[in-house]
């Protein structure tokens, strides 16, 4: 079963590539995951956390370099639309396996946006900005894609944390924090980049990050409040 995830998974990231998407997408998500723990010589801490749900963030939807038909390009490796009885908002779907598109939040109360030049709707979520910010190009299984900075990524994980009303997505994250906070304790680089990100958040930002490291990463607990 694992082995076949990651089959799809490359299948996604393939078609998206050679559709020319790719270059306007970061992949945020336990998805990361894995390509963090190549990244870091396979460590322990970072905990294989994956689901079926992979979630792409478009970068930024009012300046999109290139008009590409992703909902064309996911239909024909044999995604379904699937269509929000309350909203416009689709997502993707094959063999159990979600795709959803992600937008931060913008000028407005929208709760999903539609992104013509992509074909594609996404949900409006806040604090996505900071996978937009910190974002860096990697690459996996042969394929340039791009991922929040794993100090970003685990921050950001802080934040929505505290936010969760889905209980088993508010441990998951937890989880991830928890691994992730060990593993930036262990790499000084990874230690003063999480500072240096975590400085330039908003005062509001730091102080629910804070209260979560408090109780989940006595190791990030540290380091942020040195």
Same mark, same amino acid.
């Given at each position: 079963?694992?082995?076949?995830?990651?089959?799809?998974?490359?299948?996604?990231?393939?078609?998206?590539?050679?559709?020319g998407s790719? @270059?306007?997408?970061?992949?945020?998500?336990? !998805?990361?995951?894995?390509?963090?723990?190549?990244?870091?010589?396979?460590?322990?801490?970072?905990?294989?956390?994956?689901?079926?749900?992979?979630?792409?963030l478009?970068k930024? *939807?009012?300046?999109?370099?290139?008009?590409?038909?992703?909902?064309l390009?996911l239909?024909?490796? +044999?995604?379904?639309?699937?269509?929000?009885?309350t909203?416009v908002?689709?997502k993707?779907?094959?063999?159990?396996?979600d795709?959803?598109?992600?937008?931060?939040?913008?000028? +407005?109360?929208?709760?999903?946006?539609?992104?013509p030049?992509?074909s594609?709707?996404?949900?409006?979520?806040?604090?996505?900005?900071?996978?937009?910010?910190?974002?860096?190009?990697?690459?996996?299984?042969?394929?340039?894609?791009?991922? *929040?900075?794993? *100090?970003?990524? $685990?921050?950001?994980?802080?934040?929505?944390?505290?936010l969760r009303?889905?209980?088993?997505?508010?441990?998951?994250?937890?989880? $991830?924090?928890? +691994?992730?906070?060990?593993?930036?304790?262990?790499?000084?680089?990874?230690?003063?980049?999480?500072?240096?990100?975590?400085?330039?958040? *908003?005062?509001? !930002?730091?102080?629910i $990050?804070?209260?979560?490291v408090?109780?989940?990463?006595?190791?990030? @607990?540290?380091?942020?409040?040195?």
């Amino acid at each position: 079963m694992e082995n076949e995830q990651f089959e799809i998974f490359h299948k996604i990231l393939e078609k998206l590539n050679d559709s020319g998407s790719l @270059n306007e997408l970061i992949l945020i998500g336990s !998805w990361c995951l894995p390509i963090y723990s190549k990244m870091y010589g396979g460590n322990t801490e970072i905990q294989m956390l994956r689901t079926k749900d992979i979630d792409f963030l478009v970068k930024n *939807p009012k300046n999109i370099y290139k008009p590409v038909n992703i909902d064309l390009a996911l239909q024909e490796i +044999g995604f379904e639309p699937t269509f929000d009885a309350t909203s416009v908002l689709t997502k993707y779907d094959m063999n159990g396996f979600d795709i959803e598109f992600l937008s931060a939040r913008m000028r +407005g109360n929208e709760r999903v946006i539609k992104i013509p030049q992509l074909s594609i709707t996404a949900q409006v979520l806040s604090y996505m900005e900071i996978a937009i910010k910190y974002a860096m190009e990697t690459e996996y299984m042969g394929i340039k894609l791009k991922i *929040p900075e794993l *100090p970003a990524y $685990t921050l950001h994980k802080a934040i929505v944390q505290t936010l969760r009303k889905n209980d088993a997505k508010k441990e998951k994250d937890a989880a $991830t924090v928890i +691994g992730l906070g060990r593993l930036i304790a262990e790499l000084p680089d990874l230690q003063s980049r999480t500072l240096q990100i975590f400085n330039e958040f *908003p005062k509001s !930002w730091q102080k629910i $990050t804070l209260k979560m490291v408090k109780i989940h990463s006595p190791e990030l @607990n540290g380091l942020l409040r040195n």
